[in-house]
């Protein structure tokens, strides 16, 4: 039987030990640390997660302030927000909430976000940071599924990971991140895509595999070998007879049929989703504290 990696757990853990931290912060009267988080526009995904991010910042104990900005801002005001967040000395970190409306190139907005208070990790400058094995903030979802690995104590040196979507957020950094000379990491890593031919091939050799898609219930037991840790970051809102708000969550894993050959396995949702917030605050607290860029 799979163990079933408790993500919300952990993420819980992770921010009582925050809760510790900012209890010291406070007893020495230092400055508490305070994340922004800038939204445009009104999608509804966004909204909740921006709004998760500010409750759990309240629940820890950091300061932290929400800018919401209207669908029909331009870049150049956007650009002028992150101006003013930069050099703000009260703002530790803040993130810029993706996907943009479509007249705002996310690129150019990234690169406009100090590195130093980039908590995200999305600046290039971050990015390069992380490849290179430096001190830098990791994107909030890989850096959540390092914790779940370490924290499982899941052994990972020397094995077969393959990683399955090549974004930005996810399965780009976490391909890096499976391939450097730490713990975890020490894998063989093989990034697939939509392009990749006989995607099965791959998965059926991974020890683990890492799958951020976005299509439910993609990968399927028999692209899966005995004994496989499966990482599931997908999470699709399904139209459901069988829950009362006539929706529900699926993973890109067929999560049952899965779960039977696997050792361990994170469930949708429950799993990957709650460590992303544990992740950011953890980022956060790094930027108050200086330890990325002293
Ligand atoms: N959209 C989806 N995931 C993320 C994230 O981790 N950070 C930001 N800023 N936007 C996102």
Redesign the pocket.
């Known amino acids: 039987m799979a163990t079933i990696i408790d993500g919300k757990l952990i993420s819980q853990q992770i921010q009582e030990e925050l809760t510790i931290e900012v209890n010291a912060i406070k007893a020495n009267g230092s400055k508490l640390p305070h994340l922004a988080a800038v939204l445009v526009g009104n999608d509804g995904a ?1 909204e909740t ?1 921006v709004g998760a991010k500010v409750k759990a910042c309240e629940k820890v104990g950091f300061k932290s302030t929400m800018v919401r900005l209207a669908a029909d801002t331009t870049e150049k005001e956007l650009l002028f927000i992150i101006e003013g967040l930069n050099n703000d000395p009260d703002i530790d970190g803040y ?5 943009l409306p479509k007249h705002i190139d996310e690129q150019k907005i990234m690169m406009a976000i100090a590195p130093e208070k980039d908590v ?1 990790g ?1 600046h290039p400058q971050n990015v390069g940071r992380m490849a290179l094995n430096l001190p830098t903030y990791l ?3 890989p850096f959540g599924i390092m914790q779940l690995l370490e924290r499982y104590k899941i052994d990972t040196v020397g094995k077969y990971c393959v990683v399955i979507g090549r974004s930005h ?1 996810v399965g780009s950094p976490m391909s890096i991140l499976m391939a450097r000379n730490t713990n975890p990491g020490n894998c063989t890593v093989t990034m697939c895509h939509s392009k990749t031919a006989d995607l099965k091939a791959f998965t059926l050799k991974a020890d683990i595999i890492i799958v951020a898609l976005g299509k439910p219930e993609f990968l399927t037991a028999d692209m899966v070998k005995d004994g496989v840790v499966v990482i599931d970051v997908g999470i699709t809102r399904v139209a459901s007879t069988q829950t009362k708000s006539g929706f529900k969550l699926l993973g890109d894993v067929k999560y049952d049929e899965v779960a039977a050959k696997s050792s361990f396995i994170t469930p949708v949702p429950g799993g990957v989703g709650p460590m ?1 917030i544990a992740s ?1 605050l953890v980022n956060t607290l790094k930027s108050s504290r200086k330890e990325v860029y002293k």
């Open positions: 966004s997660y993130i810029v909430q993706l996907p995200d999305f994107p909030a979802t957020i992303t950011l």
